[in-house]
């Protein structure tokens, strides 16, 4: 889903980083990207200047540090509350203050995951569907304390990337 995520952000133009803490899992998903790029060129369907520079868009790495400065981060590691605390107490030591932090989740309770966090108001649910880089649908959860302008950057967010955007709460299922 990671990559997939990546891929819709290029595709708007938005320089992306993806960070994974398994090396073969980042190389194995790059070269996923590439392949998508590249099965689009010789289809027709996008030239090889034009793969060159979204794939140059999209970088990675295994250091958090690196998303230190991003505007939004999308977290979309395995299906676990506990990993997912984790990762959100960590994004919100290294990530800047104002940084949006979204999860991926499919149905993991998105106040929870906030709690652990300093700026509730700034984290929401994305759930994209699979493969992210072809399934248009978003649905952006509102949590309990998800601000107003949170919810409308995510949804504007969307939007960019030719998602058609709904809003949900933070109910079962979504
Ligand atoms: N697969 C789907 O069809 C689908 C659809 C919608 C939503 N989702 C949601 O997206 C999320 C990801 O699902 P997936 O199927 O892509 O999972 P996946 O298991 O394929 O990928 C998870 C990635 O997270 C990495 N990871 C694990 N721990 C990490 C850590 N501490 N720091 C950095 N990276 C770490 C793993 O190395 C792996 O590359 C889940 O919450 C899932 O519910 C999945």
Redesign the pocket.
């Known amino acids: ?2 990559g997939g995520i990546a891929m819709c952000f290029a595709n708007a133009g938005i320089p992306v980083h993806i ?4 090396e073969d ?2 190389k194995r ?1 790059m070269s996923v990207i590439e392949k998508n790029y590249q099965f689009m060129v010789d289809r027709g369907k996008m030239t090889a200047e034009q793969k060159d520079f979204v794939f140059g868009l999209v970088t990675s790495s295994l250091d958090y540090n690196d998303v230190h400065d991003c505007d939004i981060v999308i977290e ?4 676990n509350l506990d ?2 605390e ?2 959100f107490r960590t994004l919100d030591e290294v990530v800047k203050k104002d940084a949006i932090l979204a ?6 309770n998105v106040d929870s995951i906030a709690a652990v966090t300093n700026r509730p108001e700034l984290v929401v649910g994305t ?4 493969p992210a880089n072809i399934m248009r649908l978003l649905e952006v959860v509102r949590g309990e304390e998800s601000s107003d302008e949170t919810m409308a950057t995510v949804m504007a967010l969307g939007k960019k990337m030719n998602k058609a955007s709904v809003v949900s709460l933070n109910a079962p299922g979504f």
């Open positions: 889903m990671g960070i994974d803490q398994d899992n980042l998903g979309a590691v395995y299906e990993l997912k984790k990762i999860s991926n989740t499919s149905g993991l759930h994209f569907f699979s």
